[in-house]
């Protein structure tokens, strides 16, 4: 046996002898003492370095795991408050279009797709029918009459748009009255047919939706007259083309209007 190791033994057993003797008599003996109090105390302040040393440790992993939990914790409350925001924001936006469009809006929907050729104009929007959208709702913006949903899923619709040629809305002349339907024609324009005009139709004047049909309400605008209205004098009826009051292919959001 080496004589460290001996030593090491030797300091032990003082240490355990020393502890034996406080235990059992109360006091250690003035003879045995001096031999034994200073590696004694250096046993015992070993020992209490190492017993404060693990409860750091142990202290240190579990602030570590707190303070691991806490930073997920405010991870989440930051998302929920993210998603609080825009659902604020959403529901003001919805609140001012009732304010300064139409008090029968509903919902607000991001554009997500524009399909715009010879053959058809048409919108896809991110709500569907887990938003309340459904078929035959009128499609508004702030400038005027977009179209009007025609195909439904749980998240996204379509929106076919007033130049699509399979678009038909009942429209009226503000301030001169009479009654027509505006029509899709192939290249995104707009065409007023079979109009029996009240009053004297000009350019410039101001096209917007009548109650006729039953979808749209009365008021929303779709555009103004564009050129001399085409005269039969046969027919009462009269035909005319609109300037449409919104560019379909530069929106981002449209807004959901209760049906009349």
């Excluded at 748009?161 to 505006?182: C, E, H, L, N």
């Amino acid at each position: 046996m080496s004589s460290l190791l001996r030593a090491w033994y030797v300091f032990l057993a003082l240490g355990f002898l020393t502890f034996l003797l406080t235990s059992f008599l109360g006091r250690v003996p003035f003879q045995l003492s001096s031999g034994v109090a200073l590696p004694t105390q250096i046993f015992f302040r070993v020992a209490s370095n190492i017993r404060d040393t693990a409860i750091s440790a142990a202290d240190r992993s579990k602030l570590l795991s707190e303070n691991e939990e806490l930073k997920n914790q405010v991870g989440t409350l930051e998302n929920t408050n993210r998603e609080l925001n825009i659902e604020i924001e959403r529901l003001q936006q919805l609140l001012n279009v009732r304010e300064t469009q139409s008090p029968g809006a509903f919902l607000t929907a991001p554009v997500t797709g524009i399909s715009s050729s010879n053959v058809e104009s048409q919108l896809t929007i991110g709500r569907g029918t887990n938003h309340g959208v459904r078929e035959n709702v009128p499609v508004t913006v702030p400038a005027g009459l977009v179209g009007i949903v025609t195909d439904v899923t749980e998240r996204n619709a379509v929106v076919r748009t007033i130049a699509d040629p399979d678009s038909k809305v009942g429209i009226t002349v503000r301030g001169r009255g009479g009654q027509g339907i505006a029509v899709g024609e192939p290249g995104g324009g707009v065409r007023v047919i079979n109009f029996i005009e009240d009053d004297t139709v000009e350019i410039g004047d101001i096209v917007e939706t009548s109650s006729r049909g039953g979808l749209f309400p009365r008021g929303i605008l779709l555009g103004r007259v564009k050129g001399a209205p085409k005269r039969d004098p046969n027919d009462l009826r009269i035909e005319f083309l609109i300037e449409p009051a919104v560019e379909v292919t530069t929106l981002s959001e449209v807004t959901l209007i209760e049906p009349q």
